[in-house]
């Protein structure tokens, strides 16, 4: 509580609001609320725990961090001049060059100025009495604020594997997400990798090119694909220029905002001859053509998932020369797409490579991580180097860390215990004035898409308040109820919620993550735009408004 608010408290009066909205979070979302907020005239502050903004790509500066999405359909579309100044070196750009774009976007709107950074928030409660949101940073600090704009992110909160002994280890020992800003030198180093997600198979292919001797802990493999990425020179960047508006309009207007959109043709419509071309064809294009541009069936119908899953099982084979390490590599558990596929250079030939070993612990699990290294059931290991690529807490995982508590004292936690209840991914019923950009239950797909439009839907319901005097903003009961309904059935006969993954909640490295749920929205982003202008149409008639 600031000195103001000591004096006012103890004077008998509600305390005076330090800002109108504070967003947590300085990465895409909480920068681009902060734009739109200082538009409609507000006192808005942004807390950030980082020392810079970027969020995903500040913390995320691992070897071989890069997108996955064409650099192009992931920045901000917002300002014309931005796009014109701005020049993209690669199509799928490494994370140093997507970081400096952020800052070079804080820098051209002077956003700096309200944003606080090495502030992280460890508490937020509702306060009826004044309609405001008490929040508290981990070092003591309090503000008072109106509107609450969580942009943490749907993969922020990073998990640490458990196994005994990780304090122990005397060498250097690294968590992809919370990796040094000072290089890191593999050179003649014995390197461990522990995971084999997106962020495992980017640094796998990285470290490898200079590690001593890489060996890599895997427990699940995972269907990957080729990123093809390539450079964009002057000519290249004039023509994506150009054509901006077009590229723009189709990404509003796909399945999942990517420039991919699936194929109308079911698998079995064409010959096994054009279908196996087809597959070669999308194996041999850049991005995510394979998994979002594929035949229209092949994460619904477990026969047609069969195909594709034989199709690229068969290109595993090929590039890896070892028959046994080729098999370890292909997933028995998920078909091809059911999980978020990553996008790989050249990752599958690092095991034909004599200094890169490949270790499955289902065979032999670790039993714990030593002074020197790893044991597991059969051998132990000595490293000089251990890096945790053990992913997320994901979509819901970066709320759980804030004490989040609404009317009542009510946590959000615990709110949300059995999965997640949300109003339109944006709103939770008992929780005023608490808005959430891409949280749970909200359209993901190509995010930078997804997160301009619920900024702007944010904004919009924030000026709505602002306009007609109103100071509560509230989801209702059954309002929650039918939207959660509604992203439920939408996951039916979808054979990815039928699969473990951070997608459906699940997560061994956290305590009481073992049960599926639906924690995202799986319909088509036209859609969830189209439902979320309705409301928006009428008033916003549907929220608990005062």
């Known amino acids: 509580m600031t000195a103001s608010h000591e004096t006012q408290a103890q004077a008998g009066t509600a305390p005076a609001l330090d800002y109108d909205a504070i967003i947590i979070g300085a990465g895409m979302s909480g920068l681009y609320q902060l734009y739109r907020m200082r538009e409609l005239g507000m006192r808005v502050r942004v807390l950030e725990a980082g020392t810079g903004v970027g969020g995903t790509w500040y913390w995320n500066r691992y070897p071989g961090a890069r997108f996955d999405s064409e650099s192009y359909s992931y920045s901000y579309s917002f300002s014309k001049e931005l796009l014109e100044e701005w020049n993209w070196n690669e199509h799928f750009a490494p994370q140093p060059e997507t970081e400096r774009y952020l800052n070079h976007v804080a820098d051209k709107f002077d956003l700096r100025r309200d944003i606080q950074f090495r502030s992280r928030v460890s508490a937020a409660h509702y306060q009826d009495a004044t309609r405001s949101w008490d929040v508290t940073l981990e070092n003591g600090d309090r503000f008072r604020t109106r509107f609450l704009i969580t942009a943490i992110g749907p993969l922020s909160a990073p998990t640490m594997p458990r196994i005994e002994g990780v304090?122990?280890?005397?060498?250097?020992?690294?968590?992809?997400?919370?990796?040094?800003?000072?290089?890191?030198?593999?050179?003649?180093?014995?390197?461990?990798?522990?995971?084999?997600?997106?962020?495992?198979?980017?640094?796998?292919?990285?470290?490898?090119?200079?590690?001593?001797?890489?060996?890599?802990?895997?427990?699940?493999?995972?269907?990957?694909?080729?990123?093809?990425?390539?450079?964009?020179?002057?000519?290249?960047?004039?023509?994506?220029?150009?054509?901006?508006?077009?590229?723009?309009?189709?990404?509003?207007?796909?399945?999942?905002?990517?420039?991919?959109?699936?194929?109308?043709?079911?698998?079995?419509?064409?010959?096994?001859?054009?279908?196996?071309?087809?597959?070669?064809?999308?194996?041999?294009?850049?991005?995510?053509?394979?998994?979002?541009?594929?035949?229209?069936?092949?994460?619904?119908?477990?026969?047609?998932?069969?195909?594709?899953?034989?199709?690229?099982?068969?290109?595993?084979?090929?590039?890896?020369?070892?028959?046994?390490?080729?098999?370890?590599?292909?997933?028995?558990?998920?078909?091809?797409?059911?999980?978020?596929?990553?996008?790989?250079?050249?990752?599958?030939?690092?095991?034909?490579?004599p200094n890169v070993e490949l270790v499955d612990i289902k065979e032999a699990p670790i039993e714990r991580i030593t002074p020197n290294g790893i044991k597991t059931s059969d051998r132990e290991y000595e490293f000089d180097i251990i890096i945790y690529a053990t992913g997320f807490d994901a979509i819901t995982g970066s709320f759980d860390r804030i004490d989040i508590r609404g009317v009542d004292g009510l946590r959000l936690k615990d709110k949300w215990k059995g999965g997640p209840r949300t109003y339109l991914g944006v709103m939770v019923e008992g929780f005023p004035n608490m808005m959430m950009l891409m949280g749970p239950h909200t359209a993901l797909g190509n995010i930078p898409r997804s997160i301009e439009y619920n900024v702007e839907w944010v904004t919009s319901l924030i000026r709505h308040a602002r306009d007609h005097q109103l100071t509560r903003v509230e989801a209702t009961a059954a309002g929650v109820a039918s939207w959660t309904d509604h992203v439920k059935s939408l996951g039916v006969g979808l054979l990815s919620n039928e699969v473990n993954s951070w997608m459906t909640g699940i997560n061994s490295n956290v305590e009481g993550k073992q049960t599926r749920i639906i924690a995202r929205y799986s319909g088509s982003a036209p859609a969830y735009r189209a439902r979320c202008d309705e409301v928006a149409a009428t008033g916003y008639r549907e929220l608990a408004l005062a």
């Open 167 to 353: 304090d122990s280890f005397k060498g250097a020992s690294f968590h992809t997400a919370r990796w040094p800003k000072e290089p890191v030198s593999f050179e003649g180093k014995r390197v461990a990798v522990i995971g084999t997600g997106a962020t495992g198979v980017q640094t796998i292919q990285e470290v490898a090119k200079t590690a001593g001797h890489l060996t890599v802990f895997q427990r699940t493999p995972n269907w990957c694909a080729p990123l093809h990425n390539s450079r964009i020179d002057a000519e290249q960047m004039a023509k994506i220029k150009a054509g901006y508006p077009e590229m723009f309009k189709r990404c509003q207007e796909t399945f999942a905002c990517f420039l991919h959109t699936p194929d109308p043709r079911g698998t079995f419509e064409v010959t096994p001859e054009k279908r196996e071309a087809f597959f070669e064809k999308l194996y041999a294009s850049p991005g995510f053509g394979i998994w979002q541009g594929n035949f229209r069936d092949i994460l619904t119908n477990p026969k047609a998932n069969d195909a594709i899953t034989d199709f690229v099982a068969r290109k595993i084979r090929q590039r890896v020369k070892d028959p046994v390490v080729a098999e370890k590599l292909i997933p028995k558990n998920h078909g091809f797409g059911t999980r978020r596929v990553p996008l790989e250079t050249k990752y599958y030939e690092v095991y034909n490579q």
